[in-house]
């Protein structure tokens, strides 16, 4: 079973930083088109930005010149660099492949606020 672990999440000011981290157990991790989510208490949970295995990369508009993702092959892992955060960037963030698999990890939570 695919285990996805994320991390880095916290408390931050508007206007501050955060890099979330995603180590992901699965052999054919290369091969895969990664993406970031998100959810809030109550909606559904978004898709934020994604990456494939060749790089091309692609964002919702909300978080285009904010969020920057990135992935590292040799250690399975998945990134997403905040910058320029809001309070509405506030939600719990998860990784998955684009095509999600059937389990997810727990998550890290980001909370925006002054």
């Known amino acids: 079973q695919v285990q996805l672990v994320e991390s880095g999440g916290g408390l931050v000011q508007p206007g501050g930083s955060l890099r979330l981290s995603c180590v992901v157990s699965?052999?054919?991790?290369?091969?895969?088109?990664m993406g970031w989510y998100r959810q809030v208490p109550g909606m559904q949970r978004e898709f934020v930005a994604g990456i494939t295995s060749r790089g091309k990369i692609n964002y919702i508009d909300s978080v285009k010149g904010r969020f920057t993702i990135s992935r590292d092959n040799a250690w399975n892992t998945v990134y997403l660099q905040m910058n320029s955060l809001k309070p509405e960037d506030t939600a719990v963030y998860y990784c998955?492949?684009?095509?999600?698999?059937?389990?997810w990890g727990q998550g890290t939570r980001v909370t925006v606020s002054s």
């Open positions: 699965v052999s054919d991790f290369s091969a895969n088109a």
């Open positions: 998955n492949r684009v095509v999600p698999y059937q389990n």
